[in-house]
């Protein structure tokens, strides 16, 4: 079984910076790669960023440019990822989620968390 857990989200004025954290750890196998997803209040949950392990990234076209998924990391079984968020709009606001997919198949997520941006 693999645990997720998301941290860093919080409150912060448009144009600020925030930096989202993600490990998934657990599993006797290592993860094939990681995403981030967000929802919004009302609205359906969105890609946000993928990063496959050892390999490329992608963004969405609204995050392209001022989001950076880093690379993933991998010390004794914990697997983490960064979500690197600049130039924030108020339209980023939402929970923010992690997946992680692990090589030998099996998807997991995160609880969340909550990424508010005032204008």
């Known amino acids: 079984q693999v645990q997720v857990v998301e941290s860093g989200g919080g409150l912060v004025q448009a144009g600020g910076s925030l930096r989202l954290s993600c490990a998934a750890s657990?599993?006797?196998?290592?993860?094939?790669?990681m995403h981030w997803y967000r929802q919004a209040p009302g609205k359906e949950r969105e890609w946000v960023a993928s990063i496959i392990n050892g390999g490329p990234t992608n963004y969405a076209d609204s995050v392209k440019g001022r989001f950076t998924i880093s690379s993933i990391t991998r010390v004794n079984a914990r697997n983490t990822v960064v979500l690197q968020m600049n130039s924030l709009k108020p339209e980023d606001t939402g929970v923010y989620f992690c997946?992680?997919?692990?090589?030998?198949?099996?998807?997991?997520w995160g609880q969340g968390t909550q990424v508010s941006v005032s204008s």
């Open positions: 657990g599993g006797f196998d290592s993860i094939a790669n």
């Open positions: 997946m992680a997919v692990r090589r030998l198949g099996g998807t997991y």
